[in-house]
């Protein structure tokens, strides 16, 4: 199995800045492939909403609620992604979940979720 780990998350004020991290593990003797990664935000009483995704190749898609704050990149060799929030608001106060489309040897794609890390922004 394959198991997603988020770090970063935290209390800041508005107008500072997080940097979250997701990284990909494996159990000794697995192996395997990431294909595309995003992060999304769930608040209390709200529905799970996609903040931004990113291909393999790199390639990008932004919420329009966080375009031009937020950016969302990746290190293919450590299995690692990250998502820098500048200028954060109120209304960023979400538990944050990384997601992976996961490939296995058999050529079979999984899609795995985090278990979140809460991001609280104070005004």
């Known amino acids: 199995q394959v198991q997603l780990v988020e770090s970063g998350g935290g209390f800041m004020q508005a107008g500072g800045s997080l940097r979250l991290s997701c990284a990909a593990g494996?159990?000794?003797?697995?192996?395997?492939?990431?294909?595309?990664m995003g992060w999304y935000r769930q608040a209390p009483g709200k529905q799970r909403e996609l903040v931004a995704e990113?291909?393999?190749?790199?390639?990008?898609n932004y919420a329009d609620s966080v375009k031009g704050r937020f950016t969302i990149s990746r290190d293919n060799a450590k299995n690692t992604m990250y998502l820098q929030m500048n200028s954060l608001k109120p209304e960023d106060t979400a538990v944050y979940y990384c997601k992976a489309v996961v490939q296995v040897p058999a050529g079979i794609m999984y899609q795995y979720w985090g278990q979140g890390t809460q991001v609280t922004v104070s005004s």
């Open positions: 494996a159990a000794s003797g697995s192996t395997f492939s990431i294909n595309a």
């Open positions: 990113i291909s393999y190749g790199g390639s990008t």
